[in-house]
């Protein structure tokens, strides 16, 4: 069964500061990963997705993630930190032969000015 | 483009009453899911469907019940409420499944007490 990782619950940066969400996943063969956004009582929207095209994803709002096969490792990053960009992030897999969307347990950025 | 639209915004239940959440989509999607997020813990996924006529369980069914009847609407049903399944609950459809990212709405609030 597929599961995800998200390392870190809480992360708190500084505006300008380089953003690393972390994410490991599980899964038997080669799946479709993501990045969703959550701002405060709003439901989830797309940031990226990985489908085996290139290994690094661009995604909106200066967002991009890499995937690395050989550390099941889909880690999101943004150069440089935006007050905006103050939300939580969930990564999520699928693949392998189910229809459905496994999501990790979210990781809340805090952006300090 | 409305989207995937969610009613009510929130609701109060009280112990053993019941109540239909409603979705409906307008992107002609064939695929729907329920899904319910609890803090720390991500999202869980209640049922899908994968088109009108066709529903499944999710990892987290029991106390719930749904029908597709047309492609663009995706009810969920409480039978017996109970204090656990305070929640927010988000619908969300995809185009094609497995790989095709999710569009969700912007949940409901609902409180058992």
């Known amino acids: 069964a597929q599961s995800v990782t998200q390392l870190g619950s809480h992360v708190s940066v500084s505006e300008g500061a380089l953003v690393l969400l972390r994410c490991n996943y599980s899964?038997?063969?080669?799946?479709?990963l993501f990045w969703y956004v959550q701002y405060p009582n709003q439901g989830l929207q797309l940031l990226l997705k990985y489908t085996s095209a290139a290994t690094l994803v661009k995604g909106i709002n200066g967002f991009e993630a890499e995937f690395k096969k050989s550390e099941t490792s889909f880690h999101l990053t943004k150069p440089s930190a935006h007050m905006s960009d103050a939300a939580e992030y969930f990564c999520a897999v699928s693949g392998g032969g189910s229809e459905k969307l496994v999501f990790g347990k979210g990781t809340k950025l805090t952006v300090n000015p | 483009n409305a989207g995937v639209t969610q009613t009510p915004k929130f609701r109060i239940l009280k112990i053993g009453q019941s109540m239909t959440l409603q979705c409906t989509q307008d992107m002609n999607h064939n695929y729907m899911y329920w899904y319910r997020q609890d803090p720390g813990m991500g999202l869980k996924l209640i049922y899908y469907s994968v088109g009108a006529g066709i529903t499944d369980k999710g990892e987290v069914p029991n106390g719930y019940n749904v029908s597709r009847s047309t492609t663009e609407d995706f009810p969920l049903r409480l039978e017996l409420a109970a204090p656990s399944q305070t929640s927010v609950y988000f619908c969300?459809?995809?185009?094609?499944?497995?790989?095709?990212?999710?569009?969700f709405g912007n949940g409901t609030r609902l409180t058992v007490t």
């Open positions: 899964s038997s063969v080669p799946p479709y």
């Open positions: 969300a459809s995809s185009q094609t499944g497995v790989g095709s990212p999710l569009h």
